[in-house]
């Protein structure tokens, strides 16, 4: 009944930006945290950023200073701002998101994923 989808991933020359969303919808009561992790080829899903419901932000060592995360609350949607892209930060880029809503049996809070947004930094 929730569904994250993201949206902004892409082809992106070193030094260049990029801005991922990623929208919650369904039958939604409530959302804490939300955050952006990654996935290269061959390597461990990660961290990049996430932010509470109240706009505490914490970032991977790899994304200060160059990616920013924020979120509208009313719009139940999150974003991330990448900036001065490397090579490295090439990977699949998923939403993630602890959602409190109606499942149809109760009322729970349950971590979901989105789809993934593929980001290439590549000249």
């Known amino acids: 009944q929730v569904q994250l989808v993201e949206s902004g991933g892409g082809l992106v020359q070193p030094g260049g930006s990029l801005r991922l969303s990623c929208a919650a919808s369904g039958s939604i009561i409530g959302i804490r945290t939300m955050g952006w992790f990654r996935q290269a080829p061959g390597k461990q899903r990660e961290l990049v950023a996430r932010?509470?419901?109240?706009?505490?932000?914490n970032y991977a060592d790899s994304a200060k200073g160059r990616f920013t995360i924020s979120r509208e609350n009313a719009k139940k949607t999150v974003y991330l701002q990448m900036n001065s892209l490397k090579p490295e930060d090439t990977a699949v880029y998923y939403c993630?998101?602890?959602?409190?809503?109606?499942?149809?049996?109760?009322?729970?809070?349950?971590?979901?994923w989105g789809q993934g947004t593929k980001v290439t930094v590549s000249s």
């Open positions: 993630n998101a602890d959602v409190y809503s109606d499942t149809g049996r109760r009322y729970t809070w349950n971590d979901y």
């Open positions: 932010i509470t419901s109240g706009g505490t932000t």
